[in-house]
């Protein structure tokens, strides 16, 4: 049985999708103006195409030397890292399995999300695990409001989670050089808490589940930033165990604030360039930021070519 609420009216879904970015919801509402296969193998195949791209041209920047001279060979560091990895698309399926009841089929189209959503543009991998839910989900209303809702309460539970981390960090900001970016700082952090803020006070016309499934997402999703926070934080001390732990609670406050860049892929890479500027003299913390970075894009870009060749040849079955 399936949990989520009837379909509302038309002019309620337009509402609901007025509430996205207008390129988000002209994206979402195409699948409801298209006939659903024609829809869902353009925009299968047209975005494995872009993800193969997208790997053949970012591999250039990886320098395989750099990245092996620093990987650790503990077991004890692979386990780390492939927990840290997954962990997205684990707390997503259990998310949706609590909504939707969705079998362990779902855990790959969550894996192609991530990858879409990271190597690609954020969002693009909402968009593809909607036509999905849509194609392969014996639903008898549109799961748009839910893929919708997720995403929102991810984002509201992503700013808490970063100013809660601010909050713990505070006390070893004077690490970095960061005097001179103070007011951009308050006026990111006021966006944070005012974007909150804003969804909480207009949940009644932004969200379509119901309170209680709201709450159920929200937890999910701050457990997964807690639980990615700290295997991050975990693999990079197994890397380097002599550096003291303010160090990784002010680059793990960065790496949170770098994640609230809603368009902005390969995050991992962006944050290991403002890493290793701010660091500046720190040779082994910045060497250590950017073998993370290309690490983290090496797996993405062989998950990627997987992914993509797999959908490729399944076409609309992917």
């Given at each position: 049985m399936l949990n989520e609420k009837p379909s509302p009216p038309p002019p309620a879904m337009a509402d609901t999708a007025a509430a996205l970015p207008p390129s988000e919801a002209a994206l979402f509402e195409a699948q409801d103006r298209s006939p659903r296969l024609t829809w869902g193998r353009a925009l299968t195949m047209g975005l494995s195409l872009l993800v193969l791209a997208a790997a053949a041209w970012q591999s250039r920047e990886l320098r395989l030397g750099d990245i092996t001279a620093l990987i650790p060979y503990s077991p004890l560091f692979w386990l780390v890292f492939l927990a840290r990895y997954v962990s997205t698309p684990v707390f997503d399926w259990l998310i949706f399995h609590r909504l939707w009841r969705v079998s362990a089929d779902a855990f790959v189209a969550l894996m192609r999300k991530l990858i879409y959503n990271e190597l690609l543009l954020g969002y693009l991998g909402e968009a593809y695990f909607y036509t999905w839910a849509r194609r392969r989900l014996p639903m008898a209303a549109t799961p748009f409001g839910a893929v919708k809702d997720v995403a929102i309460m991810s984002a509201v539970a992503g700013n808490v989670m970063t100013l809660a981390l601010i909050v713990l960090a505070y006390p070893y900001l004077a690490l970095l050089p960061l005097a001179q970016y103070s007011d951009p700082i308050a006026w990111s952090l006021a966006a944070i808490i005012g974007?909150?803020?804003?969804?909480?006070?207009?949940?009644?016309?932004?969200?379509?589940?119901?309170?209680?499934?709201?709450?159920?997402?929200?937890?999910?999703?701050?457990?997964?930033?807690?639980?990615?926070?700290?295997?991050?934080?975990?693999?990079?001390?197994?890397?380097?165990?002599?550096?003291?732990?303010?160090?990784?609670?002010?680059?793990?406050?960065?790496?949170?604030?770098?994640?609230?860049?809603?368009?902005?892929?390969?995050?991992?890479?962006?944050?290991?360039?403002?890493?290793?500027?701010?660091?500046?003299?720190?040779?082994?913390?910045?060497?250590l930021m950017a073998m993370m970075a290309a690490l983290i894009l090496a797996t993405h870009l062989v998950v990627a070519l997987f992914l993509g060749l797999h959908d490729l040849i399944q076409g609309d079955k992917a």
């Open positions: 974007i909150s803020l804003a969804a909480m006070l207009l949940r009644r016309r932004i969200f379509t589940l119901a309170r209680s499934e709201l709450w159920m997402v929200f937890g999910f999703q701050c457990a997964r930033i807690l639980m990615s926070t700290l295997l991050t934080a975990l693999a990079w001390h197994l890397v380097l165990p002599d550096v003291q732990i303010g160090w990784w609670l002010v680059l793990s406050a960065i790496r949170l604030l770098v994640s609230r860049l809603p368009f902005v892929p390969n995050k991992d890479v962006v944050f290991a360039g403002i890493a290793v500027l701010a660091l500046g003299q720190d040779v082994a913390l910045a060497a």
